[in-house]
Each structure stands twice: as C-alpha cells, then as structure tokens.
C-alpha cells in the first residue's frame, strides 16, 4: 500500500477497534492486529498495537472497575504472566511468515467460534485456571489475541456480561503493561513505533468515546456476530499472504 492508503487506513483500524472495544469489553488487538498486519510488518504492528492498548484498557478498568470478578480474576493472573513470558520469547525467536500463518489460524478459530455461538455456557472446573491462564498469555505476548480464552473462562466460571466487561479491561492492562515491560527488555520498541503509536492516540480516543455512547443502544450479541464475521474474512486473508 502507498503512504497515503496507510494514513487512511490505520487510523479507521483504530478508531473501529475501540469502538467495539468500548462496547464489549474487548476486541481490540483481536480486530486492529490482523487488520494492521496488512499495512505494516507483524512484528512492527505487534509492538505498536500494545502501547495504545494500555491506555484503552486502564481508562476502561478505570471506568468500569465497581463490577471486576475479583474472585476469579485473582487466580488467573500468575499464570498468565508465565505464559507472557514464553510468549514474548517465541516473539523474538520465530520468523514473521510464523507468525502471520499462526496468528490467521488463531483469528480465522475466533471468527467461527463467535458467528456461531449461543447464549448458553459450559461450566469450566476451578483447575482450567492453569492451561487457560498459560496459553492465553503466551498467545497474548504473541498477538494480543487471548481475549476470546478469558471470556470463555469467565463466562464458564459464572460471570454476567457486566463482569466480563468491566473485567476484561484489567486483565488487558495487566496483560499490556506485562508486554511494554518485556518488550523494552528485549529490544523490541523502535523510534519508529512509538511515533506511529503517538500519531494513532487521537484515533483511539475517538473510538473509546463513540463506543461509550453506542453501549446502550447497540445489542452485544449483534456485535458478536459481526466481530466473528470480520475475524473470519481476516483470518482467511493473513492466511492467504502467510502463504
């Protein structure tokens, strides 16, 4: 794409990947990654996406932080932070046609996993805390994509719509904060990174702000269906250009 498409493009990434992060509780990295894959190198997109992530994610944990489900929220923490660690590893170690055929295996799962579900949940024992916990957060480091795992935990341990989105926020700012410190560590943040996050802030406040006022007015079980829809048409193209 030439410069001027990238202007274009990022920017409404941005701005649809808050909304809908807004609205949900999350989606975020889920949406702008794949989508920002196509315009940059993944393994500049990755580091990039994480510094707008954490301010979306502590303004929403900020906002929402009367209705987090402490109870289980706790448990998960420690093992999502060895699995950030493995991840951020795998980061570094894999090549970029790895992690784009990885990366559009996981989004494509997503996309079906959400265009089909129902209301109903399954219950999940108290022991799926770990292999949950490790393999969201080594995909987390990777992508920023283990928001559909947490979810699913939640949901299977009992949380309301309500507790998921005031609860996923303070996962995803445990989780980017875990990401920026790692990633500084390891070499990963460049000049140009940080200039294209800067220039990208506006975009995502707007998308926060639009998103707030759409809460009440939109059906989230649409919303679901329509994420699952793009992941899928996403999956499908990074596949397509891993290969």
């Known amino acids: 794409m030439s410069g001027l498409e990238v202007l274009v493009f ?28 196509h315009l940059f190198p993944i ?10 992530d954490v301010v979306s994610s502590l303004k929403q944990a900020t906002k929402l932080r009367s209705g987090i489900y402490r109870e289980e929220l706790v448990p998960l923490l420690p093992f999502m932070l060895v699995g950030m660690v493995a991840g951020a590893f ?21 996309g079906v996993y959400y265009l089909l579900r129902h209301d109903s949940a399954f219950p999940l024992a108290r022991w799926t805390v770990g292999p949950i916990g490790l393999f969201g957060g080594t995909i987390s480091a990777l992508f920023g994509v283990g928001a559909p795992l947490y979810v699913m935990y939640l949901t299977g ?17 445990f989780t980017t904060v875990g990401r920026i ?26 998308g926060l702000h639009c998103g707030n006022r759409l809460h009440l007015n939109l059906s989230r079980d649409h919303l679901v269906r329509i994420i699952g829809g793009l992941l899928i048409l996403s999956g499908i193209s990074l596949l397509l250009r891993a290969m």
């Open 90 to 110: 795998l980061l570094i170690r894999l090549p970029a046609e790895t992690l784009l055929l990885v990366l559009g295996i996981l989004v494509l799962c997503y």
């Open 181 to 206: 410190l790692l990633f500084a560590a390891t070499g990963l943040f460049t000049g140009e990174i940080l200039l294209a996050a800067a220039l990208l802030v506006p975009a995502m406040l707007l």
């Open 43 to 52: 393994k500049f997109v990755i580091p990039m996406v994480v510094l707008l």
């Open 157 to 173: 341990r009992g949380a309301t719509p309500d507790h998921i989105r005031a609860t996923m926020p303070v996962i995803f700012s």
């Open 10 to 37: 990022a920017p409404l990434i941005v701005l649809l990947a808050n909304i809908v992060f807004s609205i949900s509780g999350f989606g975020l990295t889920l949406i702008a990654i794949p989508l920002l894959a």
